[in-house]
């Protein structure tokens, strides 16, 4: 019995290693970022089952050749060293137990990650600072600089007994030295980052703070350099916790998914404590932990122009806030308090710049202590914080780079905002859409609402003479208002629908706190031609030719087809051009990759067999060489009109009718095109996925068909046995295919599967469908 026992300890735990080195190995390669080390070799954070004692976790990591170095702050986790260099002591008392029986307690196994600072030190910057007005800070001064009943630990390199910091720090620890005091800031990160939340403001030297005033700084130094691990870190945010810190700054992360401190962090977030981290610094959209994590707040960086910083990751992002951008001058660097250390050890004081994440981070962790001074609850302060962003002032409004917006601080403190939140910033709705604006903190009766009004640039703000639309004061009956939000359709004001193409709205208020105005506004398409989510069988009447530009998101805009989009539409399609000359199977089924080469659904309209290029979807547009304009005008094949695809949609999408009213479709609106002699699909021997390439409906039966110098209609091809003339579309999951007779009409946006019985690879085989318009 006890040999059985011991094999089945050992096959467990060799169950339990191939399922943990698999997972690590895909944690490291395939979230990694190059240059960057994501755990400690040989360490592992383990998780023991409930109640086990320390001797039965080290007898257990003795079976796999490890010590365990530390116990960790959540319960039943150790942090443990893979080599048998365990303390004399612990070795004896294992060695004498070595061939009993023992109760494998470890049933979790993780990483050691490691964490990396988030700022790019830069010691030419010495400049106003533009990052306080850039979040308003002003403003927000005058509302309140900070009470010392807050506190925010800097879980950093320590923070230096700065001058400007005099009387703004409380106890802290230093885990990297293991003392009481954590002011070694050897690089000066903690120091920096410290005082872009509490320097003291007011007193005629250095720089003021978001917290410029009585807001207390715990120092936690966690950082003895460039790196640290999950333990030590573990360790620093849980005695920040126990000690009474309210928000946390975290400027530093990696990029493994650490489990183990993210329980940690759940339990500190549920605790009331506010957690803010930066979001990294290597340009990429790979999640960064903690920043990550729901329950922390990620900030990503802008520069002094309201830009994303070139170096920002993107991605998860909660929020934006001033991380500095040295790629517009040494001026456009964060300046705060600064630490010099010599190689005496000895400490200068003085002030200089930094970029990163790491710099914008503290300017939302000061933000939330501002809150937390003027009394909004803990639980509101993340929404205070993201629903006040603003918009950049120049550029697009993109959220894998802003979140909800750039910081505020006085739009948060005055808890005045009002959002559009329908129709969203460039989005597209039907002809009769819902309008629903989000609002916080203000008086009702003073919101006006301005549609498709005059004098519209790019700061969209109308006349000044220009009267609002709606005004609630006197159109309370036909709005619906909630405690969170205004409501109404066009309808309830306008008669008839609302036409297609662009449309404009601007909203407007005044905070119930401060007198403040605040406002916010969009623009939007209206469409005529709605596809609900699901599984279609779709087709784009336009003729696309500039094919690396023109993508299915500019004419189904609410749809994302982007690889790392989140739900992702997709498109799939039929090729049934044979795979080569000797081998008639069809190419087959193939998915749209944006922005890849190689893609024969949407970029490549041709296939190479044997050097002789094949359309394997689309027709033709006929155009005039401009080179030689007493040149024959000439055919282009085009992509995708007349092309059959499989859309899966995971939300509703409108078509962009603007499509159809420009010089890019539709096809039969283009110069130069014989609508007389149609448009012409090449199809092959089998199934083939076809469309109607026009925006209006054209009768199945006018359709021709040409096979070795000869045309037919629809009918006669069937009886010659080149086609069937029924066809077949998709009615969704609950209706299935449908038939279509010759006696129906082909809808424009949809595609159908037409089996065809002829039509090869060489010239003189090809089988021609030429759609009539």
């Given at each position: 019995m006890e040999r059985c026992a011991c094999w089945s300890v050992r096959h467990t735990f060799y169950v339990l290693m191939v399922f943990a080195c698999t997972w690590l190995t895909v944690s490291a390669w395939a979230i990694g970022v190059p240059g960057k080390q994501v755990y400690v070799p040989n360490e592992y954070i383990v998780h023991a089952r409930a109640g086990s004692s320390l001797e039965a976790v080290e007898e257990s990591a003795q079976r796999i050749g490890a010590t365990v170095v530390k116990a960790l702050p959540l319960e039943d986790y150790y942090l443990i060293r893979m080599g048998r260099s365990a303390a004399p002591a612990t070795g004896v008392r294992l060695a004498a137990t070595a061939y009993r029986p023992v109760r494998w307690v470890i049933d979790g196994i993780q990483p050691n990650y490691v964490y990396h600072l988030c700022a790019v030190p830069n010691d030419e910057y010495w400049l106003k600072q533009w990052d306080m007005r850039l979040i308003d800070m002003p403003a927000a001064w005058d509302l309140t600089k900070g009470a010392a009943k807050v506190t925010v630990a800097v879980i950093d390199t320590g923070v230096a007994n700065h001058p400007d910091l005099s009387g703004r720090l409380v106890a802290g620890y230093d885990f990297i030295d293991n003392d009481n005091d954590p002011s070694n800031d050897l690089v000066g990160h903690g120091t920096h980052v410290a005082g872009t939340i509490g320097a003291q403001g007011g007193n005629s030297i250095g720089i003021a703070?978001?917290?410029?005033?009585?807001?207390?700084?715990?120092?936690?130094?966690?950082?003895?350099?460039?790196?640290?691990?999950?333990?030590?870190?573990?360790?620093?945010?849980?005695?920040?916790?126990?000690?009474?810190?309210?928000?946390?700054?975290?400027?530093?992360?990696?990029?493994?998914?650490?489990?183990?401190?993210?329980?940690?962090?759940?339990?500190?977030?549920?605790?009331?404590?506010?957690?803010?981290?930066?979001?990294?610094?290597?340009?990429?959209?790979?999640?960064?932990?903690?920043?990550a994590y729901p329950e922390v707040i990620s900030v990503s960086a802008v520069g002094p122009y309201d830009a994303p910083a070139f170096y920002t990751n993107y991605g998860k992002i909660d929020i934006a806030a001033p991380g500095g951008d040295s790629s517009l001058g040494s001026d456009a660097l964060v300046w705060s308090t600064l630490v010099e250390v010599d190689d005496s050890g000895k400490q200068t004081m003085t002030y200089g710049g930094m970029q990163g994440t790491s710099m914008a981070c503290p300017h939302v962790a000061g933000a939330a202590a501002l809150l937390l001074s003027y009394g909004v609850p803990a639980e509101e302060v993340k929404n205070r914080l993201l629903s006040s962003a603003r918009r950049p002032k120049s550029g697009s409004m993109d959220p894998l780079y802003y979140g909800a917006g750039i910081l505020d601080v006085q739009a948060a403190l005055a808890n005045a905002t009002l959002k559009?939140?329908?129709?969203?910033?460039?989005?597209?709705?039907?002809?009769?859409?819902?309008?629903?604006?989000t609002k916080q903190g203000v008086n009702v009766d003073t919101i006006k609402i301005y549609i498709d009004y005059a004098d519209f640039d790019e700061d969209g703000v109308p006349d000044s003479g220009e009267e609002p639309a709606i005004e609630l004061v006197r159109d309370k009956p036909r709005v619906t208002i909630t405690d969170t939000s205004i409501s109404f359709r066009w309808s309830d004001f306008f008669e008839g629908k609302m036409t297609s193409g662009q449309h404009n709205i601007y909203v407007i208020g005044t905070a119930i706190a401060g007198g403040a105005d605040v406002s916010d506004w969009a623009v939007f398409s209206v469409a005529k031609t709605k596809v609900p989510k699901g599984i279609h069988m779709f087709s784009f009447p336009y003729a696309l030719t500039n094919r690396s530009v023109e993508t299915p998101s500019l004419i189904l805009p609410e749809a994302e087809f982007g690889v790392n989009a989140i739900p992702r539409a997709t498109l799939i399609r039929w090729i049934a051009a044979p795979r080569s000359a000797t081998d008639p199977t069809p190419v087959g089924y193939e998915i749209y990759t944006p922005n890849s080469s190689a893609d024969r659904v949407w970029i490549s309209p041709f296939y190479s067999i044997g050097g002789t290029s094949l359309p394997i979807g689309g027709g033709y547009a006929v155009y005039q060489n401009p080179l030689d304009p007493l040149q024959p005008l000439q055919k282009t094949f085009t992509f995708p009109a007349g092309t059959g695809f499989w859309l899966i949609l995971p939300v509703d999408a409108w078509v962009d009718?603007?499509?159809?009213?420009?010089?890019?479709?539709?096809?039969?609106?283009?110069?130069?095109?014989?609508?007389?002699?149609?448009?012409?699909?090449?199809?092959?021997?089998?199934?083939?996925?076809?469309?109607?390439?026009?925006t209006h409906a054209v009768p199945w039966r006018a359709c021709l068909f040409t096979y070795k110098g000869q045309t037919k209609s629809l009918l006669d091809a069937e009886a010659a046995g080149w086609v069937r003339s029924a066809i077949y579309g998709y009615g969704g999951a609950t209706v299935g295919y449908q038939r279509v007779s010759d006696r129906d009409m082909l809808e424009p946006y949809k595609g159908y599967w037409l089996l065809a019985q002829v039509g090869g690879v060489n010239s003189s085989d090809s089988l021609i469908l030429t759609i009539l318009p």
């Open positions: 703070g978001v917290c410029w005033n009585g807001v207390k700084i715990m120092p936690v130094r966690v950082f003895g350099g460039e790196g640290s691990t999950t333990d030590i870190i573990m360790q620093g945010e849980d005695w920040a916790f126990k000690n009474g810190a309210h928000v946390f700054n975290m400027s530093y992360g990696g990029y493994g998914d650490d489990p183990v401190r993210h329980q940690a962090l759940q339990v500190i977030a549920n605790a009331g404590v506010i957690l803010c981290a930066a979001a990294g610094n290597d340009a990429v959209d790979i999640p960064h932990y903690p920043s559009i939140a329908q129709p969203r910033k460039g989005s597209t709705v039907g002809t009769d859409p819902e309008f629903k604006i009718d603007s499509w159809a009213n420009s010089s890019r479709g539709p096809l039969e609106g283009l110069a130069g095109f014989d609508g007389s002699k149609g448009f012409d699909i090449r199809l092959y021997a089998g199934w083939n996925m076809i469309g109607n390439p026009y």
